[in-house]
């Protein structure tokens, strides 16, 4: 491979960095959108009164989701005249089927901790898990049975401490949960044994006052977890009862006075006939409310919130129809906004970076081709030159692409010809410099290295190169300054050339454009001096 077709594969391959990088930018925010809706599926599912199967089901539905696992399964603690059975009560990521010819679940030593509600089991890979595989007559899972190397379960008891049953997650490659897996099926064990203790607690009186009170709190403990706010709505006299956390949506605090008529005044003002359109097409219907929308808090902030809802099932319709109660849940989703946002800007900069290195590229090549005296001159200087603008891109992107040290920059440049030995520097301050300026500089440092290697100060032995920059402040009519200055000594003399190269017009013709600033060369006899004097503006971050 040619040095030519390694720079243009190291500049490709540059531009797949970035790609991928925006690539995973996106999939970050595909990732936390979707554990939202799942944090918000699983809190509609149970603050909207279904029964215990389905809500069941979207615990572990959720959690399949949340934690990406392939198999998801919750078995209910049910004590038969041995003292002990297991029932299949819920099953995600496999029919119901893959389960009928086998046994129930027994507290072996790897289901026991679950059972028995001593705490969170968690392997990487469960074949290799020492308490696998010790129990006749399988000696470990049947012939047959979902395969399953990675494995997650927590115990389902209630606040009392009796155990109602596990959830069981698996995956077939192993390590593929870790210890925020972990946290998220606890959570989502609070949630089911919330649900089947709100299901026992319509057996009786006492018992259904307390087990509700109970199931309250564990909901609010799941809301509290995942961010979210609850609300509920009465559509007849519009009383707003809002949970803490909605509040502080809103930038409300607990005992603040907060009800839908304040609700409404705090959305976007552009937003707000969006928003009261929807909830009123979900409360003539029945139908879901589901939207986002700005806020403006008292303090003038600006936020984004999710509000989702629905009809409260259980209430009567409205006489002349619609829903007579609604409830949800709100989510502040700002950061996730402003991720977007970040997203797009990165796409622009993406496709802005690309055209400008290709522009530079071509120019490169054009003036190169119209100085060079062969095809060999050409390639040799052409490589060159796309090895500098390599290297400052490199700089750029150890910095995000924000800015470079000004002393890195010639650094680098010189190290390619072996100067920097016999490289000095005098300033008071490095500066740093814009991705623009970066390689506008950069470059024109390359072509004073390259000059001073063939036929300068670096040509000799004991030739020296000294750099020194310092700033001046803007005074009356003009602005503040860099000036930068390139001495060479202790090379061969120096003539004024008969003509002017690609690197003479570099620097001053386009440096001076490209940075609206001026350049000046002198051929003294002890050596090239060039004096640059910048704007300050066109240099800085």
Not at 329 to 337: A, G, I, Q, Y
Not at 349 to 359: D, F, G, S
Request: charged share 25%.
């Amino acid at each position: 491979m040619t040095v030519l077709e390694a720079d243009a594969r190291a500049a490709t391959e540059e531009i797949f960095d970035l790609r991928r990088r925006l690539a995973e930018a996106q999939q970050a925010h595909a990732e936390e959108v979707r554990r939202n809706q799942a944090f918000s599926r699983i809190a509609a599912a149970i603050g909207a009164h279904q029964s215990l199967s389905e809500t069941v089901q979207a615990v572990i539905d959720g959690g399949v989701e949340l934690i990406g696992a392939q198999f998801g399964a919750f078995f209910y603690n049910v004590i038969d005249r041995t003292g002990e059975s297991y029932m299949l009560y819920g099953l995600a990521g496999a029919p119901d089927e893959a389960f009928a010819n086998f046994p129930m679940p027994r507290k072996t030593a790897i289901f026991a901790p679950t059972f028995e509600g001593t705490g969170v089991v968690r392997s990487d890979d469960v074949l290799a898990d020492p308490r696998y595989g010790k129990n006749a007559p399988n000696q470990g899972m049947p012939e047959g049975h979902l395969p399953v190397r990675s494995y997650l379960a927590a115990p389902v008891k209630t606040a009392d401490g009796l155990v109602l049953g596990g959830l069981f997650f698996g995956h077939r490659e192993p390590a593929r949960f870790d210890s925020r897996a972990e946290t998220v099926i606890v959570g989502l064990a609070a949630q089911a044994a919330v649900a089947i203790e709100r299901s026992r607690a319509s057996e009786a009186g006492d018992r259904e006052l307390t087990e509700r009170r109970r199931a309250e709190e564990r909901l609010k403990f799941a809301l509290d977890s995942g961010r979210l706010g609850s609300w509920e709505l009465d559509v007849e006299t519009r009383a707003y009862d809002a949970s803490d956390i909605c509040r502080s949506n809103y930038g409300r605090g607990p005992d603040q006075d907060f009800g839908f008529d304040d609700l409404v005044a705090t959305i976007h003002a552009s937003d707000r006939d969006r928003m009261l359109a929807a909830m009123d097409e979900a409360i003539r219907t029945g139908g879901e409310y589901d939207i986002e929308y700005r806020v403006v808090i008292p303090s003038g902030e600006t936020r984004w919130v999710h509000a989702r809802g629905r009809a409260a099932v259980r209430d009567e319709p409205l006489i002349g129809g619609g829903v007579r109660r609604m409830a949800g849940v709100s989510l502040d989703v700002t950061e996730r906004k402003r991720a977007e946002e970040r997203q797009r800007l990165l796409l622009n900069e993406l496709n802005h970076r690309v055209k400008n290195t290709l522009v530079t590229v071509q120019s490169m090549a054009a003036q190169t081709l119209r100085a060079a005296s062969d095809l060999p001159a050409f390639r040799e200087a052409f490589e060159a030159r796309l090895i500098a603008l390599s290297q400052t891109h490199n700089l750029l992107t150890e910095q995000n692409w924000e800015s470079a040290s000004l002393r890195e920059i010639v650094d680098a440049e010189l190290e390619a010809f072996g100067g920097r030995e016999r490289l000095d520097f005098d300033y008071t301050r490095d500066l740093r410099l814009n991705p623009k300026a970066t390689v506008a500089v950069g470059m024109a440092v390359h072509e004073l290295a390259t000059n001073a290697a063939k036929y300068g100060a670096l040509s000799t032995p004991g030739g020296r190169v000294a750099v020194s920059w310092s700033t001046e402040p803007a005074s009356p009519g003009t602005s503040a300054r860099l000036r930068l200055r390139w001495t060479e000594s202790g090379g061969p003399p120096v003539p004024p050339p008969t003509r002017r190269g690609f690197g003479a017009r570099l620097l001053e013709k386009g440096l001076a454009g490209e940075l609206s600033g001026e350049v000046r060369l002198a051929y003294d006899q002890s050596g090239l001096v060039c004096a640059m004097t910048l704007p300050l503006a066109a240099l800085e971050p």
